[in-house]
């Protein structure tokens, strides 16, 4: 059983910044790409910010130069460093990633539960 455990969401005022955790756990053979997603009230799921296991970073044209995606292998975790928040980032944000289990198998497309961030003053 694959988990993905987001943290770091919350409330915070225009103009601020959270940084975002997601911790893969449970037996893991290898992980691809992992992301970063948001979902607004009444919104379709939208990409926030990719990263390959090699580190080759894709973004949201709105998310550049505003927020960072980052991840350490070892820990099997994915960051992303959010900054400048605007009113309109306001969203369940959830994890994801391209998990293997075993050397053999398929990949597999893993979520997390979600976090919350607002953005409010």
């Known amino acids: 059983q694959v988990q993905l455990v987001e943290s770091g969401g919350g409330l915070v005022q225009p103009g601020g910044s959270l940084r975002l955790s997601c911790a893969a756990s449970g037996n893991i053979f290898s992980i691809n790409d992992m992301g970063w997603y948001r979902q607004a009230p009444g919104k379709e799921r939208e990409l926030v910010a990719r990263?390959?296991?090699?580190?080759?970073?894709n973004y949201a044209d709105s998310m550049k130069g505003r927020f960072t995606i980052s991840r350490d292998n070892a820990k099997e975790t994915v960051y992303l460093q959010m900054n400048s928040l605007e009113p309109e980032d306001t969203a369940v944000y959830f994890c994801?990633?391209?998990?293997?289990?075993?050397?053999?198998?398929?990949?597999?497309?893993?979520w997390g539960q979600g976090t919350q961030v607002t953005i409010s003053s």
């Open positions: 990263i390959t296991g090699g580190g080759i970073t």
């Open positions: 994801n990633a391209q998990i293997r289990l075993r050397v053999w198998s398929a990949l597999e497309n893993a």
